[in-house]
C-alpha cells in the first residue's frame, strides 16, 4: 500500500455524491443530470451506477470497475481546486478531477452537449 496514497481514493464515492448533487441542485440543474455526467464519463448503465452507490464503493474501485471509461474525457481541460486538470499526473487523480470538473460545469450552467464534449 502506498503511504503516499491521496485520502480521496478510499472514500466512497456515495459520500462524495450528495455534495455533487447539492452543488447542482443550488443552480437549478438536477440528479438526472449529474447521472447522466456519471454514465457518460464511466460507461455505467444506470443499474449499476445505483449498484456502486448503495455498495459504497470507493473511489479507487469505481474508476477501477468502471465499465469503460470514455475515450473523450482527455478533451476536459481546465483548472479545478487550483490545478489544471490536463496536467494531474496520478491517472486515479485525474480521473476524479475529470468528475470534478463535470460536475463544476453543469452547477455553471453549461449546456449539456458541450459538457459531453459532443
Known amino acids: 500500500m502506498d503511504a503516499k496514497k491521496h485520502r480521496i481514493y478510499g472514500m466512497s464515492v456515495a459520500s462524495v455524491y450528495p455534495l455533487y448533487l447539492t452543488k447542482v441542485e443550488k443552480k437549478g440543474r438536477s440528479k438526472a443530470e449529474v447521472d447522466e455526467v456519471f454514465r457518460w464519463l ?13 455498495d459504497k464503493t470507493s473511489f479507487e474501485d469505481f474508476f477501477a470497475k468502471a465499465p469503460a471509461m470514455n475515450p473523450a474525457r482527455s478533451l476536459i481541460t481546465g483548472v479545478i481546486c487550483g490545478v489544471r486538470v490536463e496536467e494531474i499526473e496520478d491517472p486515479l487523480m485525474r480521473e476524479i478531477r475529470y468528475l470534478d470538473k463535470l460536475v463544476d460545469e453543469l452547477a455553471k450552467g453549461k449546456p449539456m452537449a458541450k459538457i459531453l464534449r459532443q
Not at 464511466?42 to 445505483?50: E, R
Request: no cysteine; proline share 0%.
Open 42 to 54: 464511466t460507461g455505467h448503465s444506470q443499474a449499476s451506477l445505483d449498484a456502486e452507490l448503495t
